[in-house]
Protein backbone atom coordinates (compact mmCIF):
# COMPACT_ATOMS: atom_id res chain seq x y z
CA UNK A 1 0.00 0.00 0.00
CA UNK A 2 1.44 3.45 -1.05
CA UNK A 3 1.85 5.73 1.59
CA UNK A 4 2.93 8.92 -0.38
CA UNK A 5 -0.68 9.04 -1.90
CA UNK A 6 -3.40 10.53 0.45
CA UNK A 7 -6.26 12.71 1.50
CA UNK A 8 -4.10 14.19 4.52
CA UNK A 9 -2.15 17.66 3.71
CA UNK A 10 1.29 18.07 2.42
CA UNK A 11 3.02 20.36 2.42
CA UNK A 12 6.11 21.29 -0.67
CA UNK A 13 9.23 23.05 -0.58
CA UNK A 14 11.08 25.25 -3.70
CA UNK A 15 14.26 24.74 -4.65
CA UNK A 16 14.96 28.48 -5.41
CA UNK A 17 13.75 31.42 -3.45
CA UNK A 18 10.33 32.63 -4.13
CA UNK A 19 9.28 35.93 -4.29
CA UNK A 20 8.25 37.93 -0.87
CA UNK A 21 6.29 41.52 0.11
CA UNK A 22 10.42 42.34 0.20
CA UNK A 23 11.67 41.41 -3.12
CA UNK A 24 8.85 41.03 -5.04
CA UNK A 25 7.35 43.98 -7.87
CA UNK A 26 3.97 45.50 -7.46
CA UNK A 27 2.98 43.30 -10.33
CA UNK A 28 4.72 40.10 -8.92
CA UNK A 29 3.28 40.84 -5.58
CA UNK A 30 -0.30 41.48 -7.35
CA UNK A 31 0.07 38.07 -8.87
CA UNK A 32 0.77 35.75 -5.67
CA UNK A 33 -1.75 37.55 -3.85
CA UNK A 34 -4.69 37.30 -6.26
CA UNK A 35 -3.90 33.35 -7.08
CA UNK A 36 -5.36 30.35 -5.58
CA UNK A 37 -3.04 30.02 -2.81
CA UNK A 38 -1.66 33.20 -2.20
CA UNK A 39 0.81 32.07 0.90
CA UNK A 40 1.71 29.04 -1.28
CA UNK A 41 5.99 29.23 -1.91
CA UNK A 42 4.77 27.04 -5.63
CA UNK A 43 2.48 30.08 -6.28
CA UNK A 44 5.38 32.96 -5.10
CA UNK A 45 7.40 30.70 -7.26
CA UNK A 46 5.91 31.12 -10.16
CA UNK A 47 5.32 35.21 -9.57
CA UNK A 48 8.81 35.95 -10.60
CA UNK A 49 7.33 35.65 -13.91
CA UNK A 50 3.27 37.42 -12.98
CA UNK A 51 2.22 37.22 -16.21
CA UNK A 52 2.86 33.87 -16.16
CA UNK A 53 1.38 33.22 -13.12
CA UNK A 54 -1.94 35.14 -13.68
CA UNK A 55 -2.55 33.21 -16.87
CA UNK A 56 -2.67 30.06 -15.23
CA UNK A 57 -4.46 31.13 -11.94
CA UNK A 58 -7.35 32.58 -14.37
CA UNK A 59 -7.36 29.22 -16.54
CA UNK A 60 -7.49 27.29 -13.17
CA UNK A 61 -10.36 28.92 -12.07
CA UNK A 62 -11.91 28.78 -15.53
CA UNK A 63 -11.82 25.08 -16.23
CA UNK A 64 -12.40 24.14 -12.42
CA UNK A 65 -14.77 26.92 -11.28
CA UNK A 66 -16.13 29.35 -13.50
CA UNK A 67 -19.13 27.87 -15.53
CA UNK A 68 -21.73 24.47 -15.43
CA UNK A 69 -21.09 21.96 -16.67
CA UNK A 70 -19.27 18.14 -15.81
CA UNK A 71 -19.88 18.16 -11.44
CA UNK A 72 -17.05 19.71 -10.00
CA UNK A 73 -16.10 16.28 -8.04
CA UNK A 74 -15.50 14.56 -11.44
CA UNK A 75 -13.31 17.31 -12.71
CA UNK A 76 -11.02 17.52 -9.55
CA UNK A 77 -11.52 13.30 -10.32
CA UNK A 78 -9.47 14.07 -13.75
CA UNK A 79 -6.97 16.31 -11.97
CA UNK A 80 -6.39 13.67 -8.92
CA UNK A 81 -6.04 11.14 -11.53
CA UNK A 82 -3.18 13.19 -13.91
CA UNK A 83 -1.51 14.10 -10.12
CA UNK A 84 -1.58 10.49 -9.49
CA UNK A 85 -0.09 9.17 -12.87
CA UNK A 86 2.50 12.22 -12.57
CA UNK A 87 3.86 11.27 -8.93
CA UNK A 88 2.47 14.59 -7.74
CA UNK A 89 1.96 14.40 -3.76
CA UNK A 90 0.69 17.41 -2.96
CA UNK A 91 -1.81 18.00 -5.94
CA UNK A 92 -2.88 14.26 -5.56
CA UNK A 93 -3.54 15.35 -2.07
CA UNK A 94 -5.14 18.42 -2.80
CA UNK A 95 -7.81 17.29 -5.31
CA UNK A 96 -8.60 13.99 -3.78
CA UNK A 97 -10.25 15.79 -0.95
CA UNK A 98 -11.97 17.97 -3.48
CA UNK A 99 -13.22 15.03 -4.90
CA UNK A 100 -14.24 13.58 -1.78
CA UNK A 101 -15.52 17.01 -0.59
CA UNK A 102 -18.03 17.12 -3.88
CA UNK A 103 -18.71 13.09 -4.16
CA UNK A 104 -18.89 11.64 -0.82
CA UNK A 105 -16.93 8.57 -2.41
CA UNK A 106 -14.09 8.45 0.08
CA UNK A 107 -13.66 4.64 -0.10
CA UNK A 108 -13.46 5.28 -3.60
CA UNK A 109 -10.74 7.72 -4.11
CA UNK A 110 -8.36 6.39 -1.33
CA UNK A 111 -8.61 3.19 -3.18
CA UNK A 112 -7.47 5.10 -5.92
CA UNK A 113 -4.81 7.16 -4.26
CA UNK A 114 -3.42 3.86 -2.33
CA UNK A 115 -4.15 1.16 -5.61
CA UNK A 116 -3.44 3.50 -8.65
CA UNK A 117 -5.34 3.82 -11.21
CA UNK A 118 -6.30 0.53 -12.13
CA UNK A 119 -8.23 -0.16 -9.08
CA UNK A 120 -12.02 -1.17 -9.23
CA UNK A 121 -14.27 1.36 -10.06
CA UNK A 122 -17.68 1.55 -11.48
CA UNK A 123 -18.58 2.52 -14.99
CA UNK A 124 -18.66 6.33 -15.11
CA UNK A 125 -15.56 6.57 -12.99
CA UNK A 126 -13.68 3.53 -14.87
CA UNK A 127 -13.82 5.49 -18.30
CA UNK A 128 -12.97 9.23 -16.40
CA UNK A 129 -10.05 7.49 -14.39
CA UNK A 130 -8.90 6.21 -17.73
CA UNK A 131 -8.94 8.68 -20.20
CA UNK A 132 -7.22 10.92 -17.54
CA UNK A 133 -4.30 8.42 -17.06
CA UNK A 134 -4.41 8.02 -21.00
CA UNK A 135 -4.14 11.91 -21.50
CA UNK A 136 -1.67 12.35 -18.58
CA UNK A 137 0.81 9.30 -20.16
CA UNK A 138 4.23 10.78 -21.51
CA UNK A 139 3.52 10.04 -25.01
CA UNK A 140 -0.09 10.39 -24.25
CA UNK A 141 -2.37 7.33 -24.87
CA UNK A 142 -5.56 9.32 -25.42
CA UNK A 143 -7.93 8.33 -28.53
CA UNK A 144 -10.63 8.47 -29.94
CA UNK A 145 -11.93 5.36 -28.08
CA UNK A 146 -11.67 7.05 -24.28
CA UNK A 147 -14.13 9.57 -26.09
CA UNK A 148 -16.56 7.07 -27.00
CA UNK A 149 -16.11 5.34 -24.00
CA UNK A 150 -17.12 7.93 -21.85
CA UNK A 151 -19.96 9.18 -23.66
CA UNK A 152 -21.53 5.34 -23.71
CA UNK A 153 -20.85 5.89 -19.83
CA UNK A 154 -23.28 8.95 -20.18
CA UNK A 155 -21.43 11.87 -20.27
CA UNK A 156 -22.35 14.85 -22.60
CA UNK A 157 -19.96 16.04 -25.42
CA UNK A 158 -19.32 19.19 -22.92
CA UNK A 159 -18.76 16.69 -20.06
CA UNK A 160 -16.02 15.05 -22.36
CA UNK A 161 -14.35 18.53 -22.73
CA UNK A 162 -14.51 19.10 -19.21
CA UNK A 163 -12.56 15.63 -18.29
CA UNK A 164 -9.99 16.65 -21.31
CA UNK A 165 -9.36 20.15 -19.67
CA UNK A 166 -9.05 19.34 -15.98
CA UNK A 167 -6.40 16.27 -16.87
CA UNK A 168 -4.49 18.23 -19.37
CA UNK A 169 -4.17 21.08 -17.36
CA UNK A 170 -2.62 19.04 -13.95
CA UNK A 171 -0.74 16.98 -16.21
CA UNK A 172 1.25 19.84 -17.20
CA UNK A 173 0.83 21.88 -13.81
CA UNK A 174 2.01 18.54 -12.26
CA UNK A 175 4.99 18.13 -13.82
CA UNK A 176 5.86 22.45 -13.72
CA UNK A 177 5.50 21.98 -10.04
CA UNK A 178 7.39 18.72 -9.73
CA UNK A 179 10.54 20.18 -11.39
CA UNK A 180 10.93 23.37 -9.17
CA UNK A 181 10.58 21.82 -5.69
CA UNK A 182 9.63 18.69 -3.40
CA UNK A 183 6.57 17.50 -1.59
CA UNK A 184 7.58 17.24 2.52
CA UNK A 185 5.37 16.55 5.68
CA UNK A 186 4.20 19.41 7.05
CA UNK A 187 6.12 21.54 9.38
CA UNK A 188 5.98 24.95 11.56
CA UNK A 189 7.47 26.80 8.88
CA UNK A 190 4.80 25.49 6.76
CA UNK A 191 1.72 26.85 8.50
CA UNK A 192 0.86 30.04 6.08
CA UNK A 193 0.52 27.45 2.98
CA UNK A 194 -0.97 25.48 4.88
CA UNK A 195 -3.77 27.77 6.19
CA UNK A 196 -4.54 28.50 2.35
CA UNK A 197 -5.51 25.05 1.96
CA UNK A 198 -7.47 24.56 4.53
CA UNK A 199 -9.42 27.87 3.38
CA UNK A 200 -9.65 26.58 0.32
CA UNK A 201 -10.92 23.08 1.69
CA UNK A 202 -13.73 24.88 3.68
CA UNK A 203 -14.66 26.91 0.59
CA UNK A 204 -15.26 23.59 -1.26
CA UNK A 205 -16.91 21.81 1.68
CA UNK A 206 -19.73 25.41 1.91
CA UNK A 207 -20.03 24.92 -1.54
CA UNK A 208 -20.79 20.88 -1.54
Keep these: MSTRFTTAERAWH ?8 ETGSPEQIHAYESSVWPDSPYFRLLAWHPASLEARTALDRAIFLA ?11 AATVASRVNGC ?11 V ?51 DAGLTRSD ?13 ANRLMLSLGEPAEPGE ?3 DALANQRAADASASASA
Design 160 to 172: VQDVVEAAAFFAW
Design 89 to 99: ELCASVHSRFT
Design 14 to 21: AWAEPVGP
Design 67 to 77: RPGLGRGEREL
Design 101 to 151: TFTKRGDEVRRLLEEGVETDLDERWRVIVDASAALTASPPRFGAHHVRALL
Design 189 to 191: DDA
